[in-house]
């Protein structure tokens, strides 16, 4: 029988001794959280335990009202509910509030505070690119949640103009006037279908924030066929399952440079960890449980 709400928990825990963590979003088996949080949890030797909560958008409030209750100490929020979250929510941080978007959930005392830590993530992975970014077009894919935390870090390198595609043109179009007001120096465009071809061999940067590629439909590209890359572009899938996807594949056989969601995952994690828990995130060993879960697949 399919049940709209499943948890399923990593370790068996003494609930006397340990504090609940997790995820929650909905057909999220692909998810490989639990395995970098509880890796991390390990090897500091905590108290806490990192489970799914996987669940449609109307358990929603009961399940955050059950949080409160139930004293679980916090949550990554992903697809499709990090938007839909927020107004269930007690507060939410100054990036939270500007992306319209929260990945995770912190629990002090029955009060539920919403941050972004998807922007920390993004961050991290082109901070090395930074220099080949200023003043360029980039292109990012999609409209949701991860896109905007994409949106929110590469405004931050400043470049001429960001094109933006999404397959619901509406919500491409709400999200670019969003990142316009919030980034007046930036110029924020939505890119049409029919356009999107030529827009990607001109960004200098391409982002996937889409869910087009990831596991089980790996073959999937979230631009046409028929596109081609250059060895002076950057493309940077999220996706992280699996870590090349067909994106990446032939932007790679093309000459580009490319970056997978490794360093995404890896840092938005980290943050939301040490909001939880107050500790610094090991990431040596998690990252490494994570390389293993995935070469299993
Ligand atoms: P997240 O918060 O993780 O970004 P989301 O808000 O559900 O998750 O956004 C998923 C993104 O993937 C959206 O941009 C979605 O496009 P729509 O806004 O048109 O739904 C995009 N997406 C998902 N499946 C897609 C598909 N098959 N083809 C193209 N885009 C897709």
Redesign the pocket.
Known sequence: MQTRCSVSIEHNADPMKQSLLGIIGHHISYTLSPALHNEAIRVLGLPYTYGVFDVSGEMLPGLLEAMRREHVRGANV??????AVMPLLDELSGEATALG?V?TIVNTDGVLRGENT?VDGVRASLVPHAAMLSNEPLLV?????????ALYAAAEFRPCTIMIH???TE??RQTAAIFAALFPDVRFDVVEAANLVQAASQARLIVN????GMTP?TD?M?LPNETRFSNHQIIFDIVYTPLQTALLRKAAADGAAVINGMDMFIHQGARAFTLWTGEKFPVQAPRERVLRELGMR
């Open positions: 992903t697809k499709p509910h990090k938007e978007a990945n998807d894919l999609g409209a949701g949640g991860a896109s905007r935390a999404n397959r619901n919500r491409a924030t889409t869910t087009v439909d999937a979230p």
